[in-house]
C-alpha cells in the first residue's frame, strides 16, 4: 500500500530552486492532518536525515541547520498535500528526498526513529 505518493524534484544549477510534494492516499483514505508531517533526504553513501518538519497543527515548522533560511515546509490540508520549496540550491543538497508522517499528533518528527510511513522517494539533482 502506497501511503504518500511524491512528486516533483528534478535536476537544476546551483542557485536554483525545485519543489517535492507528497499527497496523502485516497483509497484508503490517509489523511496527513493530525499527524506530524516531515522531510528527509539520502545521499549515496550517506544516512537519511531529517531536513524538516511541521508539526500536527500545521504550526512550528522545524528546519535543519544545513537548510534553514533556503527550504520551506508546507502543509495544504483540504489538498492532503505536503511541500517542500528549496531554493538556493547547493551540490551538497543533492540526495532522494523522502516524504514521512507518524501514526498519530507529535510536535517534531526529525528523527528517523519518530517516523511510521515513508514516500517513496524523488531525486533531487543540483550541479555545480
Known amino acids: 500500500q502506497v501511503w504518500l505518493a511524491e512528486s516533483g524534484g528534478g535536476s537544476v544549477q546551483a542557485g536554483g530552486s525545485l519543489s517535492v510534494s507528497c499527497v496523502g492516499s485516497r483509497f484508503p483514505r490517509f489523511a496527513i492532518s493530525n499527524r506530524c508531517m516531515a522531510w528527509f533526504r539520502q545521499a549515496p553513501g550517506k544516512e537519511r536525515e531529517g531536513v524538516a518538519s511541521?508539526?500536527?497543527?500545521?504550526?512550528?515548522?522545524y528546519y535543519a541547520d544545513s537548510v534553514k533560511g533556503r527550504f520551506t515546509i508546507s502543509q495544504d490540508n483540504a489538498k492532503n498535500t505536503l511541500t517542500l520549496q528549496m531554493n538556493d540550491l547547493k551540490p551538497d543538497d543533492t540526495a532522494m528526498y523522502y516524504c514521512?508522517?507518524?501514526?498519530?499528533?507529535?510536535?517534531?518528527?526529525?528523527?528517523?526513529?519518530?517516523?511510521?510511513?515513508w514516500g517513496q522517494g524523488a531525486q533531487v539533482t543540483v550541479s555545480s
Open positions: 514521512a508522517a507518524t501514526r498519530g499528533a507529535k510536535s517534531l518528527c526529525i528523527s528517523r526513529s519518530d517516523i511510521d510511513y
Open positions: 511541521i508539526r500536527s497543527d500545521g504550526d512550528s515548522p
